[in-house]
């Protein structure tokens, strides 16, 4: 596949989209991401996700689809890196495909605007925790330790509820919940 840059040239897409995968795994892979995890796990996990077949969601059709997908490849992350943590793996992809699905080139080139209604807020500390406070105050009980020890049940719990308050408090998708959450970040009205 092939288009034309600005200045009127051939721009080689294949190549181009490649370049646009590896900066968006750089970008959404960083310290502060993988916070104290084993030296390596950045450049593995960033390896992992430059190489990643976008391709692979481009024909999801249903929430439960998507997740099986997700979590085929979190185990596959999952093995790569030196901590074996299925929560550290979940939560690199999760960041990652936020990042894929929200640039205009790999969106278009992957279809994955069709995804964001089904990606998951990423769990960290600030996340989860928040998830867990408010599941009390409505007399839920939810699991959280931490990124580290995170497994798939419990993540199951808390991006279920993650669902149910984007839906009925923020009138948003899920993944957008960081953005609430991040830091007690407030909307001005």
């Given at each position: 596949m092939v288009c034309l840059g600005r200045d009127g040239r051939?721009?080689?897409?294949?190549?181009?989209?490649?370049?646009?995968?590896?900066?968006?795994?750089?970008?959404?892979?960083?310290?502060s991401t993988l916070r104290g995890q084993p030296?390596?796990?950045?450049?593995?996990?960033?390896?992992?996700l430059k190489s990643f077949d976008l391709n692979i969601f481009n024909n999801t059709l249903s929430e439960s689809d998507f997740l099986n997908k997700l979590d085929e490849q979190?185990?596959?992350?999952?093995?790569?890196?030196?901590?074996?943590?299925?929560?550290?793996?979940?939560?690199?992809?999760?960041?990652?495909?936020?990042?894929?699905?929200?640039?205009?080139?790999?969106s278009k080139e992957y279809g994955l605007?069709?995804?964001?209604?089904?990606?998951?807020?990423?769990?960290?500390?600030?996340?989860?925790?928040k998830l867990v406070e408010m599941a009390e105050q409505k007399g839920i009980k939810l699991r959280w330790n931490n990124i580290k020890s995170l497994i798939k049940e419990d993540s199951y719990n808390l991006q279920k509820f993650a669902k149910q308050v984007s839906n009925e408090e923020y009138n948003c998708d899920r993944c957008y919940l960081d953005l609430y959450f991040w830091r007690g970040n407030k909307v001005e009205e």
């Amino acid at each position: 596949m092939v288009c034309l840059g600005r200045d009127g040239r051939i721009i080689k897409m294949v190549s181009f989209i490649k370049l646009v995968q590896k900066r968006i795994s750089n970008i959404s892979i960083g310290p502060s991401t993988l916070r104290g995890q084993p030296t390596g796990t950045i450049n593995l996990t960033r390896e992992f996700l430059k190489s990643f077949d976008l391709n692979i969601f481009n024909n999801t059709l249903s929430e439960s689809d998507f997740l099986n997908k997700l979590d085929e490849q979190t185990n596959l992350l999952k093995e790569k890196i030196h901590s074996k943590s299925w929560g550290i793996a979940r939560k690199a992809l999760n960041i990652f495909l936020f990042q894929s699905s929200h640039d205009i080139f790999l969106s278009k080139e992957y279809g994955l605007n069709k995804i964001i209604p089904f990606l998951e807020v990423p769990l960290d500390n600030p996340n989860a925790k928040k998830l867990v406070e408010m599941a009390e105050q409505k007399g839920i009980k939810l699991r959280w330790n931490n990124i580290k020890s995170l497994i798939k049940e419990d993540s199951y719990n808390l991006q279920k509820f993650a669902k149910q308050v984007s839906n009925e408090e923020y009138n948003c998708d899920r993944c957008y919940l960081d953005l609430y959450f991040w830091r007690g970040n407030k909307v001005e009205e």
